[in-house]
């Protein structure tokens, strides 16, 4: 194990960040201690909360994180043809909710960020998520307002999220997902009818 003044402050911050997401993958939220986190690392439980403020100010970056990964491969889904990109955007957001259960299923929990003040910076990291949505909304109906596009966007991925929320488990087997898979598509063939004919 290397010393302590070895590392400089940054460092410890992304060990900690990279012990805790560890945890969180393999474990759940449920077991993210701080206790258990300084140990990994070599560090005291006061080293932890001098880089992060406390547990919640470290779940909002194990989050961003998160956000940042989905948003990366919501990204590479973009086609040229926007209603077949829906599809794809909510099927590459369910898979990576299936194949990183841990990480995902917490990410709109309040009660992991109780009394936390949620930082721009925050904000912008699940904006990014719903950003490529609304791009391809956009494309369907340039005459909209963003705002509209905003909320109906915002539906979208309500819809899909639910029904992820709902239907995965740590446990899920590939039946299990064909058939959210399944779930999703139905959401989005009369989502987009509905909102394409109205």
């Given at each position: 194990?290397?010393?302590?003044?070895?590392?400089?402050q940054?460092?410890?911050?992304?060990?900690?960040?990279?012990?805790?997401?560890?945890?969180?993958?393999?474990?759940?939220?449920?077991?993210?201690?701080?206790?258990?986190?300084?140990?990994?690392?070599?560090?005291?439980?006061?080293?932890?909360?001098?880089?992060y403020s406390?547990?919640?100010?470290?779940?909002?970056?194990?989050?961003?994180?998160?956000?940042?990964?989905?948003?990366?491969?919501?990204?590479?889904?973009?086609?040229?043809?926007?209603?077949t990109?829906?599809?794809?955007?909510?099927?590459?957001?369910?898979?990576?909710?299936?194949?990183?259960?841990?990480?995902?299923?917490?990410?709109?929990?309040?009660?992991?960020?109780?009394?936390?003040?949620?930082?721009?910076?925050?904000?912008?990291?699940?904006?990014?998520?719903?950003?490529?949505?609304?791009?391809?909304?956009?494309?369907?109906?340039?005459?909209?307002?963003?705002?509209?596009?905003?909320?109906?966007?915002?539906?979208?991925?309500?819809?899909?999220?639910?029904?992820?929320?709902?239907?995965?488990?740590?446990?899920?087997?590939?039946?299990?997902?064909?058939?959210?898979?399944?779930?999703?598509?139905?959401?989005?063939?009369?989502?987009?009818?509905?909102?394409?004919?109205?």
């Open positions: 194990m290397a010393r302590r003044s070895e590392h400089s940054e460092e410890i911050k992304t060990m900690i960040l990279d012990a805790a997401e560890q945890v969180v993958i393999t474990q759940g939220f449920s077991a993210l201690k701080a206790r258990h986190i300084a140990k990994e690392i070599g560090y005291t439980v006061g080293s932890l909360y001098m880089v406390n547990m919640a100010d470290l779940v909002m970056h194990i989050h961003a994180r998160t956000f940042d990964e989905i948003a990366v491969q919501l990204q590479k889904t973009l086609l040229s043809e926007a209603e990109t829906m599809e794809s955007l909510a099927l590459v957001y369910m898979n990576y909710c299936a194949q990183n259960f841990n990480r995902w299923r917490y990410i709109f929990d309040d009660r992991l960020l109780a009394g936390a003040v949620i930082p721009n910076w925050y904000q912008s990291k699940i904006n990014q998520v719903y950003a490529p949505f609304e791009l391809q909304l956009a494309q369907l109906k340039p005459e909209l307002d963003a705002l509209e596009i905003k909320t109906t966007a915002l539906a979208f991925f309500a819809g899909v999220h639910g029904i992820c929320a709902i239907s995965l488990s740590p446990t899920s087997d590939m039946d299990n997902i064909k058939q959210v898979e399944t779930t999703v598509l139905i959401l989005v063939k009369h989502f987009m009818h509905g909102w394409l004919t109205k």
